[in-house]
């Protein structure tokens, strides 16, 4: 048999539980893309800068 309390406090759980997930989430994300531009300079400070690819010749 169906008990539509637990029923109604399940529902409320989850709820709750996935708003909370979600703003983690965003959260998380949001920092992630603040903090690309500080790892790109690192990136960039310890790896040799890629020169120019070079062009191919065509044959003639």
């Given at each position: 048999?169906?008990?539509p309390w637990m029923s109604m406090y399940?529902?409320?759980?989850?709820?709750i539980?996935?708003?909370a997930r979600g703003h983690a989430t965003a959260a998380v994300?949001?920092?992630?893309a603040k903090?690309?531009?500080?790892?790109?300079?690192w990136f960039d400070s310890f790896l040799p800068?890629?020169?120019k690819p070079r062009r191919?010749?065509?044959a003639k």
């Open positions: 048999m169906k008990n399940l529902s409320a759980a989850n709820r539980a996935n708003t994300k949001r920092e992630a903090n690309t531009g500080v790892t790109q300079v800068a890629a020169g191919s010749r065509k």
